[in-house]
């Protein structure tokens, strides 16, 4: 029996690499998007273009400008005369905010009384226009703090420089330490999702169009008549995802740890443990899908539509903690966030094994699963 | 001039012959109503529910080490908190692998002596927040909603004592166009523009590719019809079922999603319409290209779909991108889609926005259409 699943295996490999243009197919695009979409995937808000209408014109406004001039985060600062002039500014997406420096704002804080600014900011880029603001308050604070008069509490000042509030009362203050990602560098957050999701994508569309193909083709009935049995055939249908699956993690590993630099806290083993079980699982579902349509435009129409719920429903755009409680239970069954929580885990936090068995035995499980699913139907269709 | 008459008569029966078979091709196949109607409302749907920003509830642990009553007030502002869900750690370590092990998303901290040094003169009292920075997105807001906790705890604590310190410098936030800041309200148009993009591209590109495939395209060709009538004919039945398709999202939008209209509908209709050449013509001009239809498929979901994804502005702000980065989103025509369609649901019918970008569109659809016109010569070699 192995000896007829390994000749299986062998032809589906050579199946799979035999054309050149296909071997690279199988490498390039994942390398690319990997690429492009670690640059893209950002939620990092930079370059901000923020308008200033300047009521005040005096010396506290001016500082205040002069702070967020000075602030890495913001490129531009065009001027307005009124709040209508930088409005449609703002409503062609120029500028993301506007601040309002009212009149009265300088001789309010020379006398020491508190004194307000205004930010007006774009709705339609919420998120962006959200952090825009904790930028602004911090700095507009550290505006407020070096007039206080307070002593510049190193820690205190440590944390504003991260935070949007400060302290009011001088001797108390909030020190945060962002763990496992100190930068808050979202490229170390992406590279290891991307390194889940993509390899999702390649043994998903593998096994997905491997027997379509051959239906279309007409060999599917000339495997059928060979001495393999259709159990040992799904299975050899099953493996090569697995080998193509751990090249190109080995490929990405050393792109995103050593090109990127993003550390890899983690275990090795579990790290291939992590990428077999998971390909094992993607495979099964592209097999199941395989078995059930008749062409490849219905396969790669069918893996496409298995695919944008699992990206979706699995952390990699958007947290799953924010999604509501019964889509919450749908990403338990998905095999695509248990993956990233391993990664996130391996690459970034050093998880204890401990903790990562609890992904890995769910995976397993998922995957023992789709590939049982897979095999009976794929016997039943066969039959 | 009865000459031109029946010429211009006869050029519209061969555009209609055209346009009927092509519609009666959309209808029988099964897969394609599975991609006009069914495919768009599951994916509003799962983006409409799936997909946020908005972090609502963070766990957190707290580690009290100190028992005096500011300390007890402070954890029990953050138990109180709609923001956090409050995991008691007996000590720093247990904490410290609470947050390791990716049970909690922060650690706070109250060291011992809290209480004491806050309130003697010439101490001072700190409490460390331990934030997973895995996600940066999520620890950027719990760094705010962890700050907000405690100004108003120190505030709280100042009035009591009659030293309440007013803040020397606020800042008032106001959200023009979505005063409560919901990520929803601008990642459902943003949906939109993907699923437009995927039935005016991914499927368009399928229609020439399964000519070439089959071998009807020799048949085509044999006809007396001409490359514009193929292009027009070709074209028109898709746009009217993506235009349907897109009636279908704006409707689910405001009904299950409650998202506000405050432009017309007659702009978020040209709006579409507008998008539709660049997206159609995108897929037309794949389909002339690649002579497979799993070849145009791929094609058409890397250039087509991801860049919507990705590039478009839809979950990712192009303007944090790097500068050679923002010059490719330039000619995705997802770009200025998703700008006019936040626009006209967020914001209204502003002119000055929507006519700049649909010129845009234009220009790119017409780049599609002009390359697809030079490609597609009625021979086959």
């Known amino acids: ?383 | 001039m009865s000459d031109t008459l029946t010429r211009v008569r006869s050029w519209w029966q061969q555009l209609a012959a055209v346009m009927i078979k092509e519609a009666k091709q959309v209808t029988r196949d099964p897969s394609s109503w599975i991609i006009a109607v069914v495919l768009p409302l599951t994916f509003l749907f799962l983006f409409g529910y799936g997909i946020s920003l908005d972090t609502t509830v963070v766990k957190i642990a707290v580690v009290r080490e100190d028992g005096s009553r500011d300390a007890r007030a402070f954890a029990a502002a953050l138990t109180s908190s709609k923001w956090f869900l409050v995991v008691p750690a007996t000590d720093r370590g247990s904490g410290e692998r609470l947050l390791q092990d990716q049970n909690v998303k922060a650690v706070l901290v109250i060291p011992a002596e809290f209480g004491t040094r806050l309130n003697a003169q010439n101490t001072s009292a700190q409490v460390q927040l331990l934030v997973d920075g895995a996600e940066p997105n999520t620890a950027n807001f719990v760094h705010g909603y962890v700050n907000a906790v405690w100004n108003g705890f120190l505030a709280a604590r100042g009035l009591e004592r009659g030293t309440a310190v007013a803040l020397p410098v606020s800042v008032e936030a106001r959200y023009w166009y979505n005063a409560n800041a919901v990520s929803r309200w601008f990642l459902i148009p943003g949906s939109m523009t993907v699923i437009m993009t995927l039935l005016g591209t991914l499927l368009t590109s399928l229609v020439i590719a399964r000519e070439y495939e089959r071998g009807t395209l020799e048949a085509l060709y044999a006809t007396p019809v001409t490359r514009g009538q193929i292009l027009i004919g070709k074209t028109l039945p898709y746009f009217l079922l993506a235009m349907i398709s897109m009636a279908v999202c704006v409707l689910t939008a405001l009904l299950l999603f409650q998202l506000p209209l405050r432009g017309s509908f007659l702009a978020l209709g040209l709006v579409s319409g507008v998008f539709l050449v660049p997206a159609l013509g995108q897929g037309l001009l794949i389909s002339v290209t690649m002579r497979t239809q799993m070849a145009a498929a791929q094609l058409g979901l890397m250039t087509g779909y991801l860049p919507a994804m990705m590039l478009s502005g839809f979950l990712f702000d192009i303007h944090s991108m790097p500068p050679w980065l923002r010059a490719i989103t330039l000619v995705i025509p997802a770009r200025y889609m998703n700008v006019s369609l936040q626009t006209v649901f967020l914001a209204g019918d502003l002119w000055s926005v929507l006519i700049p970008n649909m010129l845009f569109m234009l220009a790119v659809g017409g780049l599609f259409f002009g390359l697809t016109w030079r490609r597609l010569h009625k021979r086959l070699d």
């Not at chain 1, 050149?20 to 808000?45: C, D, G, H, K, Y």
């Not at chain 1, 065009?78 to 905010?97: H, K, T």
């Not at chain 1, 550290?142 to 935070?163: F, Q, W, Y």
């Not at chain 1, 239906?215 to 493996?239: M, W, Y």
């Open chain 1, 1 to 383: 029996m192995l000896q007829r699943l390994l000749a299986i295996v062998r032809k589906e490999l050579i199946t799979m690499l035999r054309d050149p243009r296909a071997r690279w197919a199988l490498i390039i695009p994942p390398i690319i998007q990997l690429f492009i979409f670690s640059s893209a995937a950002t939620m990092e808000v930079k370059n901000i273009a923020l308008a200033v209408v300047d009521l005040d014109r005096g010396p506290y406004a001016a500082d205040v400008q002069q702070r967020l001039r000075g602030s890495r985060s913001f490129t531009s600062l065009p001027r307005y005369a009124n709040v209508a002039a930088a409005r449609s500014a703002l409503e062609r997406e120029q500028v993301i905010g506007i601040l309002v420096l009212p009149s009265g704002f300088s001789p309010d804080l020379a006398a020491g009384r508190p004194a307000s600014v205004q930010l007006l900011l774009d709705g339609r880029r919420s998120n962006a226009a959200q952090i825009t603001a904790q930028y602004v308050s911090t700095i507009v604070a550290a505006e407020g703090t070096a007039l206080s008069g307070a002593p510049p509490d190193a820690n205190a000042a440590a944390a504003a420089a991260v935070t949007a509030g400060f302290a009011p009362t001088p001797n108390a203050a909030l020190v945060i330490d962002n763990w496992f990602n100190p930068n808050l560098d979202y490229q170390w957050f992406m590279l290891p999702n991307l390194v889940g999701t993509l390899s999702l994508g390649v043994a998903l569309m593998i096994t997905a169009l491997s027997v379509a193909r051959e239906r279309e083709l007409g060999t599917f009935d000339q495997t059928l008549v060979s001495p393999a049995t259709p159990v040992e055939i799904a299975l050899g249908k099953l493996l090569p995802p697995l080998l193509v699956a751990i090249v190109q993690a080995t490929l990405y590993l050393l792109i995103v740890t050593l090109l990127y630099e993003v550390p890899f806290r983690g275990n090795l083993l579990v790290f291939y443990a992590a990428v077999l079980t998971f390909a094992e699982a993607c495979a099964g579902v592209g097999l199941f899908i395989s078995s059930l349509v008749h062409t490849q435009q219905q396969a790669f129409l069918g893996a496409f539509a298995v695919l944008l719920p699992f990206a979706l429903l699995s952390g990699f755009a958007t947290p799953v903690e924010n999604m509501p409680w019964w889509l919450q239970f749908v990403t338990t069954i998905n095999p695509l966030a248990h993956m990233l929580h391993l990664m996130q885990g391996l690459f970034l936090k050093g998880a204890s094994v401990v903790s990562l068995a609890q992904d890995l035995v769910k995976l397993l499980e998922i995957a023992l699963c789709t590939t049982v699913a897979a095999v009976l139907l794929f016997r039943r269709k066969a039959a």
